[in-house]
Structures are given as structure tokens and as C-alpha cells.
């Protein structure tokens, strides 16, 4: 799980900060299926309920292994350990959230790439 500051994922999700679970592209099991993503940039696809609008999952071509769950789904979110912020430096200057997580300055691909190895 990680943060994500970019303005990007905070209008996508609609909140200060987005926050995903990453899971394997492969293993993840949507009930109902997700559906046909959204491209409105290039690279990145997003699925969201097609009856609310709510944001569902994402995935980054420069991570095709994995897929973004945003936590706010999840009745267990309290098993969802946050590992790092990336985009750190677009957070909201009024946004405190007090930890000792890396912050990484733009994309944190490199170490989210890793976790799947």
C-alpha cells in the first residue's frame, strides 16, 4: 500500500491523497467484472463503477504486473500497512499526516517495481 500526492490520483479519487493497494494484474478478481477503463492519460488506465462514479482500480503501463485498489474499498483496511508517499513534494501544504514512511519526490516506481520481485 502507498500513497500517492500527485494531482492526478487526487482528482481521480476525489480526496487530499490517494491511498492503494497493489496486487498482482493477474490474481486481482473483480465481482462484478471492471468493465472497459478510461485513458485520459496516456499510459495509465482506470476503472470506476459504472452506476456511482466511485474510482475502482488502476493500472500504469510502467508497472503492468500490478493494479491499483483504492483503500477506501476494503472493510480490512486496517491489514493495508502503508509502505511510502510518492509525489511527495505535491502534497497540500495544510496535509500533515505524521509517519516515518519514505517520501519519495515524483514517482516511486523504482521501489514499487521492486515489490513484486
Known amino acids: 500500500m502507498s500513497y500517492c500526492h500527485c494531482?492526478?490520483?487526487?482528482r481521480w479519487t476525489g480526496a487530499p491523497v490517494?491511498?492503494?493497494?497493489?496486487f498482482d494484474r493477474h490474481a486481482l478478481a473483480a465481482q462484478?467484472?471492471?468493465?472497459t477503463p478510461l485513458e485520459h492519460v496516456?499510459?495509465?488506465?482506470?476503472?470506476?463503477?459504472?452506476?456511482?462514479?466511485?474510482?475502482?482500480?488502476?493500472?500504469?503501463?510502467?508497472?503492468?504486473?500490478?493494479?491499483y485498489v483504492p483503500v477506501g474499498l476494503?472493510?480490512?483496511?486496517?491489514?493495508?500497512v502503508p509502505k511510502l508517499h510518492s509525489?511527495?513534494?505535491?502534497?497540500?501544504v495544510w496535509l500533515h499526516i505524521q509517519d516515518d514512511l519514505p517520501?519519495?519526490?515524483?514517482?516511486a516506481r523504482?521501489?514499487?517495481?521492486?515489490?513484486?520481485?
Open 74 to 80: 476494503f472493510d480490512q483496511i486496517d491489514m493495508l
Open 42 to 67: 496516456p499510459g495509465v488506465q482506470r476503472w470506476q463503477c459504472d452506476t456511482c462514479g466511485s474510482p475502482l482500480a488502476a493500472w500504469f503501463d510502467y508497472l503492468p504486473e500490478q493494479i
Open 18 to 22: 490517494a491511498a492503494f493497494a497493489a
Open 32 to 35: 462484478p467484472a471492471l468493465g
Open 7 to 10: 494531482s492526478d490520483c487526487r
Open 87 to 92: 509525489h511527495a513534494e505535491n502534497a497540500p
Open 110 to 117: 523504482a521501489i514499487l517495481s521492486d515489490a513484486t520481485k
Open 103 to 107: 517520501r519519495q519526490t515524483g514517482t
